[in-house]
């Protein structure tokens, strides 16, 4: 018996023409697309931006991702997908799982691949890199992440990022679940932040003073921070 | 009069296939390309990955970089490069400056940048990102940088990195310079790390427990380190 070869394949963060040539390649010759769903999106954006390059014939199967914080749940649904590939893998059959932005970068994907490794051999097990939405984000608007010798921190909006809000260089992800706080201490440590939603989508959004009260009352949940002392200043300049 | 468009490229780590769609699409176009030059390299390594997708008839020109810490010969240099790019933008040519990874981190890019962007229209530069070094290292390896609400310090390892080495996700880039110092710190704080150089090269290697006495007494300057508490561990299991 032969496994076939199982992909993690990141598809960057919105923009299909940020795919990179082999993620292209690798969704072109597989059997079977692994797509993440869940109920945030009725379509999965990973899908819509990989569907234009796999066969018209290829398979699809979606992994259930529960939105919880319940590790049981959460643990039943890595484990229970990860058990739907594996038996595909063991059939021979390619299978891409698909993931937005990188695939190493907060995505579900290292769950799962966490689930497979004992079960598959590793060297059947191929990761291919994307296009993080905070790379795109920074191209978008022509700003530096980090020069020279500066660190640059990369921080989810979870509890306790208080402690990390004077790092120069920061990037805070998934910021809609708690943007009106996250404003107001960015505001007490006087640093400046472009919010950017859905880059490379059609509805991307680009504040450079983003308000707390939004005039729709929405947060889209692909939103991220570029926080930056410099950031306002070079904006009042211009 | 109409100017040239000005695209920062960039063109991933090293693998040609890890370019994406876009900077395949505006190499392809481009009049110029904008190639960096220091000593490091007889010919430049961005160049390698691009150049197989420039028209045979392109142009080029090298944008010298110094490679000195001494901020009035640097500022000197980019000025210099940036001028010849305007110029060319000026006669309306399109100019493509190409950088390893991605032109927002740790990239000259942004210092010519910052050079240009009084000089011509900013919406004729447009950047173009790419895969960064750290997302093909850990691609290579199958590991996460991050995952759920932890955060990622990305460290060039220069003066003063002390404070951070106890970073549970923690990338320290440009370790070439001072490896044996790096290691043996990690080591007093029980980190564990893995050294990739060169990822997706022909020379590319994998040390899962570097050493810093290396048996060739060479570090390749495209290396960085993943450091994570389980990558030691998990390493043992297998």
Redesign the interface.
């Known amino acids: 018996m032969t496994w076939g070869r199982f992909y ?1 394949v ?1 598809v ?1 963060p919105g ?8 993620a ?2 690798v969704l072109r010759k597989t059997d079977v697309i692994a797509i993440p769903k869940s109920k945030l999106e009725r379509e999965s954006v990973a899908w819509e931006i990989a569907k234009g390059h796999c066969r018209p014939d290829v398979g699809q199967i979606e992994i259930e991702l529960p939105m919880t914080s319940e590790r049981e749940v959460l643990e039943q649904a890595w484990e229970s997908g990860a058990e739907r590939i594996r038996r595909l893998l063991a059939d021979g059959q390619t299978v891409a799982f698909i993931t937005l932005g ?6 579900t994907y ?2 799962l ?1 966490d689930k497979l ?1 004992g079960k598959i051999p ?1 060297e059947r ?1 191929e ?6 939405a905070l ?2 984000a ?3 608007v ?15 909006s ?2 306790g990022i208080e402690d ?1 809000l004077g790092f120069p260089n920061l990037v805070l992800m998934k910021v809609s679940r708690r943007l009106p706080e996250i404003l107001a201490r960015l505001k007490d440590k006087d640093r400046a932040a472009v919010l950017l939603s859905r880059v490379g989508h059609d509805t991307e959004r680009i504040e450079w003073n983003p308000e707390a009260q939004r005039p729709d009352g929405k947060i889209d949940y692909l939103s991220l921070l570029i926080v930056k002392g410099a950031v306002g200043r070079a904006e009042e300049e ?1």
């Open positions: 993690g990141g960057g923009d299909p023409q940020l795919l990179t040539l082999k292209v390649e990188d695939p190493s970068l907060y995505s290292t769950y691949l490794k590793e097990i990761t291919v890199p994307g296009i993080m790379a795109a920074a191209a978008r022509n700003l530096p992440l980090a020069e020279g010798d500066e660190p640059l921190l990369i921080l989810p979870g509890e990390y211009n």
